[in-house]
């Protein structure tokens, strides 16, 4: 089975403070993603990777960073937090060929 | 922008009834994805459907497109309790291009 993991389920942030998502993939998958879900607002993409190394921006990046040293490891980084990146944030892996995304189970962030 | 729109938001039936939920985008796609989501979760791909494609089935799930219209549809049949959960349509277009819709609650009574 395909694993995603996120290094926490739940985060308790502080406003300014530099907070760092990491997310895992055990299936040698070239490409992953960060997203951030809220209510009404569907999965918004952060960023993506293709290769280690290499970022391209989604959506939504202001306030957001991404690094991809390792092909397995991809880690969305808020440079100083703030009171509306409270969200669920999902990270996801699929292949180069792209028919699916596996995800993980989600951090959930508060800032306060 | 999200481009994929889901339809109803919500949706309430009983154990054992059909549940049908529709997905409408508006650019050209390569291929569209139904995923579920249990409360709290991850999501999880259920069923993928190329642009060539009109139907598809896995399961009790039965997946449509209409490339013309700009819509999919989602069927469950003989729905059950564990099928609770929101259900979210993705258009692929293009290369890493996935967007994601606003999701369908659904709710099964038992």
């Known amino acids: 089975d395909v694993k995603v993991t996120q290094s926490s389920r739940y985060l308790v942030k502080r406003t300014g403070e530099k907070v760092f998502l990491e997310c895992v993939q055990d299936?040698?998958?070239?490409?992953m993603f960060w997203y951030r879900q809220d209510p009404g607002l569907g999965l918004r993409l952060i960023y993506f990777?293709?290769?280690?190394?290499?970022?391209e921006k989604g959506d939504i990046p202001e306030g957001y960073s991404v690094s991809r040293e390792k092909k397995e490891r991809f880690s969305l980084i808020l440079e100083s937090a703030s009171t509306n990146q409270t969200s669920m944030y999902l990270c996801?892996?699929?292949?180069?060929?792209?028919?699916?995304?596996?995800f993980g189970p989600g951090t959930r962030l508060t800032v306060t | 922008s999200q481009q994929g729109e889901e339809d109803p938001q919500a949706l309430s039936i009983q154990e054992g009834e059909n549940a049908t939920m529709n997905c409408s985008y508006k650019?050209?796609?390569?291929?569209l994805q139904w995923y579920r989501q249990n409360s709290g979760r991850g999501l999880v791909h259920l069923i993928l459907?190329?642009?060539?494609?009109r139907e598809k089935h896995s399961g009790r799930l039965r997946v449509t497109l209409d490339t013309s219209k700009k819509s999919s549809s989602l069927l469950i049949t003989a729905s059950r309790a564990a099928d609770t959960a929101s259900y979210f349509c993705?258009?692929?277009?293009?290369?890493?291009?996935?967007?994601f819709g606003t999701g369908t609650r659904l709710k099964v009574l038992a």
């Open positions: 299936m040698d998958h070239e490409n």
């Open positions: 996801a892996s699929e292949t180069a060929r792209g028919d699916e995304q596996y």
């Open positions: 459907i190329r642009s060539n494609e």
């Open positions: 650019t050209s796609i390569n291929n």
């Open positions: 990777s293709y290769d280690v190394k290499m970022k």
């Open positions: 993705a258009t692929v277009s293009g290369t890493y291009k996935y967007i």
